[in-house]
Structures are given as structure tokens and as C-alpha cells.
């Protein structure tokens, strides 16, 4: 059952797609109605409509305006415009919403609503309900050359230096890396992998290939996707410019095809972008992988369902100095996700296999690994050494100890402590990136041009990125900019005695009667009324 929700300023009209609608109660159910683009917007798009009938001329805000905006927060909305004016402007306008299914012509016939709606239904149970393709191949070689291929890719994501040897085999896999520009995605899912079933694995691995296919079908990007052993990895590459916000529509309607078309949820996040000119500069790739590996790590603060990007979360200036090592990676991966107890467990095991009997040679070195490893999976390695020991007193500790026991238990307190640090790093640098967000807000709120799109332009953050910082703490862009305003209304209102028409230019609204309604629509009377009251 898909939703919709109506927004036209004609009574009649809203009254005559309520009835025509109810033809459709089988597939779609209407879920609100409105008679301007400003009520539709605050208060329609948070229910998460599938579908918005809107009329394009609407008092505030037109319906152009209330669907780009809506597509901000649901990238997979569909739309049906309705208009009195026959202007190839406004049609135009709809069209490059990328969203209009169906562009109708008032009075509304039933013969053209359902056209649309048809069309609408078709699409989008395209986008929620991807059917498995049965993929079958009886050939033993294209087998082992893709096999080859996956295993060639994974170790080029780990490879510190590509020699000509590995670029040959790589080229004969197949493997063309000579972009330009490029950037690495990892896809992984926000369920714990013991939640996950190896059906469900290989099924979302297969809807997200295909998706990811379908998206990026038109666009002027190569990809090349592949399986790692509990996520799915993506290049994207270019040899123009990467558009950040291009990419950013793609990666998040994948993301909500998947979220919304299969029993599992994922999250996305993507490297730096790479200008460095390919496979054939000498580029870094293991880079890049580990840059997709940290910024995924901030989908357990911002929520599942997350787009991330390197270039967002790099612009809170993390603290450096982890020290560089690739060993033990799993137990730095599960502590670096937020598992601690899994990386004590994986700690555990290796410590039954690893005695000093048993490794009497090696067995410092094993420690000395362990330790380095987790101080790099520390993401504030200065508040470990403030908060409880320096780099020398954790190696002076952990060689103090006499028994095995005594030294596990030594390590499981610094996953503690670690896991610690880096919850309340990853909350700080999400509250520093709210704060910096809501602090621009409130600075320019009386930019009557004053948009998502300008905030994360001025702020170097991507839309989504905002939203879902915003979104932690249940607020949004239009709700923070609203509060701003109408407190600064409410003040203006009992410290002057200017006209309205001044008051509104003053916070940021060009029409006075948009500002009366959005007052009205927020303390429950009318500006006046409220004056004469206080």
C-alpha cells in the first residue's frame, strides 16, 4: 500500500481527488491533504508519503519548491503535478524534478488521473520490490576468472604497494582503475552479521548490484562492484569532475531502494574523492579503503540507513597519530564498530592459541602487535594517554604481567577504555558538526534565500549529511530555520511596534502573508492577536 498525500489551495478540487481516489484504495491510501505547500511541507513530508498530488500555484510555497525540498528527505517521492495554467515553464520545471510521473490539467478528468496513477503504481513498485534475478552460468572457466578477479580486487583494497606485476593481472582480469578521479564505497549492514543469514547476505548482495547498475545506468560515472566477506564494496570512477551532490542523490536512493525493498538495512560510506589520475599514478588504495572504514564507523551515532562522506566527517579535524599497523585487523574492526565485547572475544581466542610456552619466540611480539592495534583503533589517541595511560606505561604495564590471565585481563580494560573514548569522540564531533550547523542557522536565518543546498554549500557538508545530523536531534532544516524566525517574530513583536510587513522582511520572509500564516500555524493565533494579548 503506497502513500499520498494531497496538497491544493482549492477546497473543490481537494474534495473531487479525495473521491476520484478512493478508485485506487486497493494500492494507495490517502494519508493527508492540504491547502498550501508550506503545511504540506512541514507536516505531510514527515509521513513519508510515497506519492504528492500537488497543485503548482499554492499559496507560500509552490508545488515545484514542495517537491524539491521533499526530495531532500525522500529521494525515492514521486509526484503528480496539477495545474490551472498551461505555461511549458512550469512543466519544464516539473520534469527536471526527475520525480513527476504525471502532469494534470484542471478540471481533473478521471482518464487522465489514472494514467498517472498507473504510472505511478508501476514505478513505484519498481523502486520497493526488486525481484531476484536468477543468475546462472554453467561455465567453469568464467567461474574461476570471476573468482580470480573478486580475490585480486579484495587484496588490492590491502596492498601497500602495487607492483607492475599485480597491475598486469589486474589488467587482465578485467580491472580498468585508470580514472581520473575516483572514490570507494563500502555498503555494509547496520544488523549484527550473527542477525544476518548467508540467504539474506547473498540476496541483498544481489538486489544491490543491480540497483546500484540501474542508478547509475545514465550518469557519467564507471563502477565496478564486489564482495568483501561481511560487505559489499563499490568504485566509482570519472574522468570529469566528481559532483559530491549528484553522487549523494544516487548513494541515497540505492540506499533507500534497499531499506525499503528487503528485509535487511544497510549503510554507505564513501573514501575521499581521488584525483591523483588512476592505478597507473601509484594512488593509494588501501587509502581508500580505510577512509570508507572510518567514516562508516559514524552510522552507529547518526542511525542506520546512513550515506556518509569522508569529506563531512574530515571537516571536524579528527585527531591524528593511530599508529599504522594492519594486523589483527578483525578484532580492531569489531572495536572500531562499536563491539567491544566481540573484540574481547576474538582477544580471548587468540590468547588460548598464543602462551608463552607455546609461542616462547614470538609471543612478545604477538603482545606488542595486539597492543598496537588497538591504541590505532583508539580515535582519540590523546585521551587515552590523558585519561589513563601513555604508550610507555601501557607497554611498561602489559610486560609487568607474570601470568597469561593477568594480561588478558590487562587488554579486555583497555577495550574498555578504548570503547569509551571512542563513543564519546564519535558524539562530539557529531555535536560539533550540530552545533556548527544550527549556529550558521541561527546566523542567517534572515536570508530569505536560505536553503539546505546553501547551508551545506557554505559549511562544506553534504544535504544528507545535515539531515541526518539534524535528524539526531529531532529536528530538521525547515523546523530549526522556523523556530529561529518565529522566536525572533514573537520578540520583534513585543519590543516594536513596526509594521508587519517590516517584521517579516526582518526574519527573512518576503511576503507578509506567509509570515502571518507560518506565526499563526506555530503559536495559534495571528501576529496581531498575539501583540494585543502580551
Known amino acids: 500500500m503506497f502513500k499520498v498525500i494531497i496538497a491544493d489551495d482549492e477546497l473543490a478540487v481537494r474534495e473531487r481527488l479525495l473521491g476520484q481516489l478512493e478508485k485506487f484504495k486497493d494500492s494507495f491510501e490517502v494519508i493527508g491533504f492540504f491547502d498550501n505547500g508550506y503545511d504540506a511541507l512541514v507536516s505531510g513530508v514527515s509521513l513519508q508519503p510515497d506519492l504528492i498530488i500537488t497543485d503548482i500555484k499554492m499559496p507560500y510555497i509552490d508545488g515545484i519548491e514542495l517537491l524539491k525540498r521533499a526530495k531532500e528527505e525522500l529521494p525515492l517521492i514521486q509526484a503528480i503535478i496539477i495545474s490551472g495554467y498551461d505555461s511549458f515553464d512550469f512543466a519544464k520545471q516539473a520534469i527536471s524534478l526527475g520525480c513527476v510521473v504525471g502532469y494534470l490539467s484542471k478540471p481533473i478528468s478521471f482518464e487522465e488521473l489514472n494514467e498517472s496513477m498507473d504510472k505511478a503504481k508501476t514505478l513505484l513498485n519498481k523502486l520497493t520490490n526488486f525481484e531476484k534475478e536468477e543468475i546462472v552460468t554453467t561455465e567453469e572457466a568464467k567461474k574461476n576468472k570471476e573468482l580470480t578477479k573478486l580475490m585480486d580486487l579484495n587484496l588490492l583494497m590491502t596492498t601497500k604497494n602495487i607492483s607492475d606485476e599485480f597491475r598486469a593481472r589486474l589488467k587482465e582480469d578485467g580491472i580498468n582503475l585508470n580514472f581520473k578521479n575516483l572514490f570507494f564505497c563500502i555498503f555494509d549492514f547496520d544488523e549484527e552479521y550473527d542477525k544476518i543469514t548467508i540467504n539474506e547476505f547473498e540476496n541483498a548482495g544481489l538486489l544491490l548490484e543491480k540497483v546500484i547498475n540501474e542508478e547509475f545506468l545514465y550518469s557519467p560515472y564507471k563502477t565496478l562492484f564486489f564482495q568483501s566477506t561481511q560487505h559489499y564494496n563499490l568504485f566509482v570512477m570519472n574522468n570529469g569532475e566528481i559532483q559530491k551532490e549528484e553522487i549523494e542523490a544516487i548513494l541515497k536512493k540505492i540506499i533507500a531502494i534497499i531499506n525499503k525493498s528487503s528485509k535487511t538495512s544497510m549503510s554507505v560510506g564513501t573514501s575521499e574523492f581521488d584525483d591523483e589520475g588512476g592505478i597507473n599514478s601509484g594512488m593509494s588504495f588501501r587509502k581508500l579503503y580505510r577512509h570508507a572504514e572510518r567514516t562508516l564507523e559514524f552510522r552507529t551515532v547518526i542511525g542506520k540507513g546512513s550515506v556518509l562522506f569522508f569529506s563531512d566527517l574530515n571537516n571536524t579535524k579528527p585527531q591524528s597519530g593511530k599508529v599504522d599497523d594492519n594486523e589483527f585487523k578483525a578484532i580492531s574492526y569489531e572495536l572500531l564498530y562499536g563491539r567491544a565485547e566481540e573484540s574481547k572475544n576474538k582477544i580471548a581466542t587468540l590468547f588460548e592459541k598464543v602462551t608463552p610456552e607455546t609461542f616462547k619466540d614470538t609471543y612478545f611480539f604477538i603482545m606488542d602487535n595486539l597492543l598496537n592495534i588497538l591504541v590505532k583503533s583508539c580515535i582519540s589517541i590523546s585521551s587515552l594517554y590523558d585519561s589513563y595511560m601513555s604508550q610507555a606505561d601501557l607497554v611498561k604495564t602489559m610486560y609487568s604481567y607474570k601470568t597469561n590471565d593477568a594480561r588478558l585481563a590487562f587488554f579486555n580494560n583497555l577495550v574498555d577504555r578504548i570503547d569509551k573514548i571512542n563513543n564519546e569522540s564519535k558524539v562530539s564531533r557529531i555535536e560539533l558538526s550540530y552545533n556548527q550547523i544550527v549556529d550558521y542557522i541561527l546566523n542567517n536565518y534572515t536570508d530569505t534565500n536560505l536553503s539546505l543546498e546553501k547551508v551545506g554549500k557554505d ?24 523556530d529561529k524566525r518565529m522566536e525572533a517574530a514573537k520578540n520583534l513583536l513585543l519590543s516594536s511596534d ?37
Open 459 to 482: 559549511l562544506g557538508y553534504s544535504v544528507s549529511y545535515i539531515s541526518a545530523i539534524l535528524k539526531t536531534h529531532n529536528t530538521s532544516f525547515t523546523k530549526c530555520l522556523t
Open 498 to 534: 513596526e509594521k508587519l510587513i517590516i517584521i517579516a522582511s526582518k526574519i527573512g520572509y518576503e511576503d507578509p502573508y506567509y509570515f502571518s500564516h507560518c506565526f499563526k500555524k506555530y503559536y495559534g493565533v495571528s501576529p496581531l492577536t498575539y501583540k494585543k494579548q502580551k
